[in-house]
């Protein structure tokens, strides 16, 4: 078996927590440590990982000043509800990258904004 972990660099951990946990909505939990979080599914699949900039010697998250947050990153979430992500989504950002719309490669609906770092955020209607 294998798994991947994403994790990206975030300024402020708790905030970011919080700010994924309404978008995805996720039940409400506290991040592990002040530089660390993940992110978990309801049956406790790892769903993203926050790590604060600076802390440890990771270099792709020693600075992030060195490169743009999410440069060839796109984070891209299933989610049952989609409209519970859209209405999140609403009040957590000040616009969105793109509206809900078809994606007619999938033929699901989906939107995309940004996190709080800059981070390229699309949510997509879980069909499965």
Known sequence: MARIWTIIGVAHIPTSFSWYQLLLGLPAATPAHDDFGR???????VLLCLHAWGVEDHPPLANPRAATPGNGLLLFFLV?????????????????????????????????????????????????
């Open 80 to 128: 049952d509800d989609f409209e519970q992500s859209r209405q999140a989504a609403r009040a957590l950002a000040a616009r969105l990258e793109e509206e809900p719309h078809v994606n007619p490669n999938t033929g699901a609906r989906e939107f995309s904004l940004r996190d709080l770092d800059g981070y390229y955020v699309t949510v997509s209607a879980y069909s499965g």
């Open 39 to 45: 992110l978990v599914d309801t049956d406790g699949t």
